[in-house]
């Protein structure tokens, strides 16, 4: 179709137009959430994991805790060890999963409320839950680690530019009234 000579009307905006109309802090406020959604992912991910091993399955998603797997790893072990405590192993390490489920998705949830010091933490101790993937030689796992890595740090630097955004110039919030 060729484009009619008289028709005044500028031409339908492309993808990358419609983004750059898009307003800046609303697209700021969209990276942060969706980095700071990733606490909860990998907390739902890493309950489901542990929850498909409680009951016995042999399938995970990659995105979850490490630790929650070794978690699971100690209590199959103990189980297979003893029969006797084999039921009280696999709950006590459901439970003890729970905990740590838990404390990952209030990071996530105090993340939400804009805590900086919160994402840099989670960050760090999403580092040292890679490393047990590495260890364990599960690089489609570490690579997953690295992707949420990438998309928490990315939430994170929208979240300083925002707080950027908030606070008033120095020159204003000193200046006498």
């Not at 179709?1 to 031409?11: G, L, Q, V, W």
């Not at 072990?77 to 999963?97: C, L, M, P």
């Not at 990315?154 to 530019?161: D, I, P, S, T, Y």
Request: negative net charge; aromatic residues 12%; contains cysteine.
């Amino acid at each position: 179709m060729e484009p009619n000579p008289t028709d005044t009307r500028p031409p339908a905006a492309t993808t990358d137009e419609a983004v750059a109309d898009e307003d800046p802090q609303e697209a700021l406020e969209k990276r942060f959430r969706n980095g700071a959604n990733w606490f909860y992912w990998v907390a739902a991910l890493s309950l489901a994991n542990s929850a498909v091993v409680l009951f016995g399955g042999e399938w995970g998603f990659v995105f979850g805790l490490g630790l929650t797997q070794v978690v699971d790893a100690v209590a199959w072990a103990v189980s297979e060890e003893s029969a006797e405590i084999a039921t009280v192993a696999k709950v006590v390490s459901f439970g003890v999963n729970l905990l740590i489920v838990g404390l990952v998705a209030l990071m996530g949830w105090l993340a939400h409320r804009r805590l900086q010091w919160v994402l840099v933490v989670g960050l760090v101790l999403y580092v040292f839950d890679a490393l047990i993937f590495l260890a364990a030689g599960d690089f489609l796992s570490l690579a997953f680690h690295g992707w949420v890595f990438f998309a928490v740090t990315n939430g994170l630097l929208a979240c300083r530019k925002l707080a950027a955004l908030d606070s008033p110039p120095a020159a204003q919030a000193f200046s006498p009234a």
